[in-house]
């Protein structure tokens, strides 16, 4: 791969600020979630471990899915669309 194939700096580095945010807002939101039902014996239901597991499956989405956009992202020339979808 050439230089002349990777994104400028200008469109690169607002993308991987946005990845980024969007990565660590959803980690926070879902170790808070996991930790609260985790520790607080009262939220121990049916209904609570439902939302659990739903936030360790948005956790594994998040790491998989950023992890390749990032890298997509780096990789993608300038003609090409930036949205990057999981094949």
Known sequence: MCSSDLLPY??????????VAIF?????GNVTTMLVILTNQYMHSATNY???????????????????????????TNRE???VTLS
Do not use: K
């Open 10 to 19: 200008e469109t690169l580095i607002p993308i991987t600020v946005i990845y």
């Open 24 to 28: 660590l807002s959803g980690v926070f």
């Open 50 to 76: 439902y939302l659990f597991n739903l936030a360790v499956a948005d956790m594994t989405t998040l790491i998989m899915g950023e992890c390749h956009s990032l890298t997509a992202a780096t990789r993608t």
């Open 81 to 83: 669309p930036l949205i």
